[in-house]
């Protein structure tokens, strides 16, 4: 998704002055078409990114756009109190990118696996949360929020050849986009984890299972009244992503259940524990931690066995 996100991002800012791309010393091999194309408007800070998130509050004060470009963890966690502090709280229109949600970045170990960062982002209520699933939705998501006022966190994958099918690009804000039809369950996913979710109902429908996908995009502000209406017609949901189990997705769709007075039987499928330090592919911690396609479809039979008993 980062390639998509930088040419779509290269093109807006051919049109629009105020677009600025700050890195924390990372990017390359990606960041390369804008910042050849506006050198003037793109900034290396070093490693440093609660500076990064500095310099692009006042940028935004003065009336600029600034993107801010990381790897996840570096992106959301390190400079936190400094995104709260500055975007959130003067509603500025800064811009966090943070790439390589969830385990992409497994080789490099725990440090870099991006887990909690939808939990603590949508913790705030004064900051805008996207999380594309693969690289079409990334550039219609970005064409229609880049300029939104407000500060707003993207949260992309790595991948810019997968995409996830019936998906076409559909993105709108508040809203999520219901690719595959079926009534025997719901599966509600979250970020480039969605591939997985749509091969696994591939295999239940071999089985004679046919399941709803839907992939939310937007989670603040969250789709409200799209999940109600699917989880009032569904007994039995999964939601799916590559995050903790708590504080993401899960947790928002639980919430709605709750406040809604929802009847329906709703399985997590998340991380649900701290790495152990045994780290490898995205594919095999994806295995590991029970979200790889076959495992995905192994707990919508055990759910739905579950709920027919």
Same mark, same amino acid.
């Given at each position: 998704?980062?390639? @998509?996100?930088?040419?779509?991002?290269?093109?807006?800012?051919?049109?629009?002055?105020?677009?600025?791309?700050?890195?924390?010393?990372?990017?390359?091999?990606?960041?390369?078409?804008?910042?050849?194309?506006?050198?003037?408007?793109?900034?290396?800070?070093?490693? @440093?990114?609660?500076?990064?998130?500095?310099?692009?509050?006042?940028?935004?004060?003065?009336?600029?756009?600034?993107?801010?470009?990381?790897?996840?963890?570096? @992106?959301?966690?390190?400079?936190?109190?400094?995104?709260?502090?500055?975007?959130?709280?003067?509603?500025?229109?800064?811009?966090?990118?943070?790439?390589?949600?969830?385990?992409?970045?497994? #080789?490099?170990?725990?440090?870099?696996?991006?887990?909690?960062?939808?939990?603590?982002?949508?913790?705030?209520?004064?900051?805008?949360?996207?999380?594309?699933?693969?690289?079409?939705?990334?550039?219609?998501?970005?064409?229609?929020?880049?300029?939104?006022?407000?500060?707003?966190?993207?949260?992309?994958?790595?991948?810019?050849?997968?995409?996830?099918?019936?998906?076409?690009?559909?993105?709108?804000?508040?809203?999520?986009?219901?690719?595959?039809?079926?009534?025997?369950?719901?599966?509600?996913?979250?970020?480039?984890?969605?591939?997985?979710?749509?091969?696994?109902?591939?295999?239940?429908?071999?089985?004679?299972?046919?399941?709803?996908?839907?992939?939310?995009?937007?989670?603040?502000?969250?789709?409200?009244?799209?999940?109600?209406?699917?989880?009032?017609?569904?007994?039995?949901?999964?939601?799916?992503?590559? #995050?903790?189990?708590?504080?993401?997705?899960?947790?928002?769709?639980?919430?709605?259940?709750?406040?809604?007075?929802?009847?329906?039987?709703?399985?997590?499928?998340?991380?649900?524990?701290?790495?152990?330090?045994?780290?490898?592919?995205?594919?095999?911690?994806?295995?590991?931690?029970?979200?790889?396609?076959?495992?995905?479809?192994?707990? @919508?039979?055990?759910?739905?066995?579950?709920?027919?008993?």
């Amino acid at each position: 998704m980062r390639g @998509a996100f930088i040419r779509t991002l290269t093109r807006l800012a051919k049109n629009d002055q105020r677009i600025f791309l700050l890195t924390g010393d990372l990017g390359y091999m990606a960041l390369e078409p804008f910042a050849e194309e506006f050198p003037e408007r793109f900034i290396n800070v070093g490693v @440093a990114e609660q500076n990064m998130v500095g310099a692009a509050t006042g940028l935004a004060e003065a009336g600029l756009i600034p993107f801010c470009y990381s790897i996840v963890t570096f @992106a959301s966690l390190r400079p936190y109190e400094f995104i709260r502090n500055g975007p959130i709280l003067h509603q500025f229109p800064v811009r966090i990118i943070g790439v390589g949600g969830g385990v992409e970045y497994g #080789h490099n170990g725990a440090t870099h696996y991006g887990l909690e960062d939808v939990a603590v982002m949508r913790a705030q209520p004064g900051i805008t949360l996207v999380a594309p699933a693969d690289h079409t939705q990334t550039v219609t998501a970005l064409e229609k929020t880049y300029d939104l006022p407000g500060p707003i966190y993207y949260r992309l994958g790595k991948d810019d050849r997968i995409t996830v099918p019936g998906l076409d690009g559909l993105f709108e804000l508040g809203r999520c986009q219901t690719i595959r039809e079926g009534k025997d369950l719901l599966i509600l996913a979250m970020g480039s984890i969605a591939y997985e979710a749509a091969t696994a109902i591939d295999a239940l429908k071999k089985d004679g299972i046919n399941c709803s996908l839907a992939i939310v995009a937007s989670l603040n502000p969250a789709p409200t009244a799209d999940l109600v209406d699917l989880l009032s017609r569904f007994r039995r949901v999964m939601t799916v992503e590559a #995050h903790y189990e708590n504080g993401g997705l899960g947790s928002l769709v639980s919430e709605t259940v709750a406040e809604f007075d929802l009847r329906c039987k709703l399985t997590r499928c998340a991380i649900k524990s701290t790495p152990d330090g045994l780290t490898g592919s995205q594919q095999y911690l994806y295995e590991k931690h029970g979200l790889s396609a076959q495992r995905l479809a192994a707990q @919508a039979r055990d759910l739905l066995c579950e709920v027919l008993v």
